[in-house]
């Protein structure tokens, strides 16, 4: 697994933060962290913690919006011809936490042109799936979370949506609930990373039975392919 | 929503403390659990929880065994003739958490003489999605956590695979790959309670489109229904 969006260099303060907080997650889990163990990740005092974040929570929603923040950039510009390759592939985005090199070259390949050299896929996916489901679990508690969380769910679910509308604007798809296809998406891949970080898990199985998933709802011979 | 197996009287010491386990999670949430906590929410000493747990990991794997524990039993008594049926209803059972009444009457109606009076549907159902998602997040880092989870998560995949299974046999259901359907319901009920617990969510519909799933993926006739 790379650093995904950590694999740069931090250019300010606050994205040294950032990264040190990437690797203090990873390193001490969601309960190991504190502001103090962030510090020394990144070579600097508390009170410069301070003087940016009121604290581990602010931090940390910070430290999510860091992650998914150009998630939504990155999914615009990857679009083919197929919408079925597309909602894959972007479930498999949503799905992979920091890029793995062999889904990151499948997307490579299956959408040559549509990746600019400036822009590495993994930039874009920093999804680390254990501390993303230890940060995600505050959310029970704590509704600053929650609400990020939504607001979060809620970008994957309109990125899906019209990957879905446009399938079907083009005859490509039946007349479905768009929304409510693409928030079961949603839910597929937050399942596939829950599962994945806290039990034994087949992910690539989960990203073809959802294919199936998609194949079947949305063409119109879906049940006739098989 | 009610208290699940927990709305009964306890009726040894061990299931006092798994009682007294369910309240305080509900109260203080994983972070604020403590043996105190539990042993003062069962009116018990410290050194009585420590006679029977060696530690609060311990009791917590104890926990999540005692409330999914007759989720298999559960499951077994409740088959209607039609198998979309049961794949929906045991979805809902999987991610109802304590059982609200809604879903209890929906189900006791769906096959009413399949649950024997003295075993009330939701005290098979003790999944508070809350608790279950702060738990289950230990697994990121716990090797034990891991192993119940992936064992729960087979538990409910061989019972979803079982229904597709019998589905199939009866010529109802088209030949499919019965684990990997099965493992995708698992992953959309850990979906939806991830969701659910962590975010704003609308479990109704997850649950109506899981529906649709099912439909189409499994019915021949699945694409031409709508």
């Given at each position: ?119 590495p896929i993994r930039e874009n996916n920093a999804l680390e799936r254990g501390?993303?489901?230890e940060v995600r679990a505050q959310g029970v508690n704590e509704p600053a979370f929650r609400e990020r969380f939504t607001e979060m769910d809620g ?72």
């Amino acid at each position: 697994m790379s650093d995904g969006p950590f694999a740069a260099e931090p250019t300010d303060t606050r994205e040294k933060i950032m990264h040190a907080t990437f690797r203090a997650l990873r390193e001490y889990g969601y309960a190991g962290l504190s502001i103090q163990r962030i510090a020394d990740e990144a070579g600097l005092s508390k009170s410069s913690c301070y003087h940016f974040y009121d604290g581990k929570d602010d931090l940390l929603l910070s430290f999510m919006e860091f992650m998914f923040g150009q998630f939504g950039t990155g999914f615009d510009i990857r679009f083919s011809d197929d919408p079925v390759e597309d909602l894959r592939l972007h479930v498999q985005l949503m799905v992979a936490g920091p890029m793995d090199e062999d889904i990151a070259s499948e997307i490579l390949e299956a959408v040559p042109g549509e990746v600019p050299p400036d822009a590495p896929i993994r930039e874009n996916n920093a999804l680390e799936r254990g501390p993303l489901v230890e940060v995600r679990a505050q959310g029970v508690n704590e509704p600053a979370f929650r609400e990020r969380f939504t607001e979060m769910d809620g970008m994957f679910r309109d990125t899906f949506a019209g990957i879905i509308e446009r399938g079907i604007d083009e005859g490509v798809f039946r007349e479905v609930d768009a929304i409510q296809v693409a928030d079961m998406l949603v839910t597929i891949g937050m399942g596939t990373i829950f599962r994945g970080a806290t039990a034994t898990f087949d992910r690539d199985a989960a990203i073809a039975e959802a294919e199936s998933y998609i194949q079947h709802r949305l063409l119109p011979d879906g049940a006739i392919q098989e």
